[in-house]
């Protein structure tokens, strides 16, 4: 169930965003929701993958809680161009894992 709030939006903004549903004949509390969820939903992005470079979250938690599977992580690092957050210890262990 939606909730309503209450937000103040500078007004030459607003402008621009009644002008855009306007001339789209979009309702403009509907595009608002539809803008603050992707928004939301970057930063989220955003904010876990700064995580996992701080090593606070493993890769699998990431692609768990983003709902991601590893090549979409690898891909999201690429893009952000972040590194993987691996060691020297990292690459000897799995070079001693039996084929």
Known sequence: MAKPTTIRIPEDLLNEID???????????AYLREVLRKGFSL???DRLLLKYVRKELSQMEVC???????WEFLTQLK?????LNLELEDWLDAAELPS
Do not use: G, I, Y
């Open 79 to 83: 893009t952000r161009n972040l590194c």
């Open 19 to 29: 002008q855009f549903v306007q001339e789209s004949k979009l309702d403009r509390s």
């Open 64 to 70: 768990n809680e983003l709902k991601w599977d590893p």
């Open 43 to 45: 930063d989220k992005q």
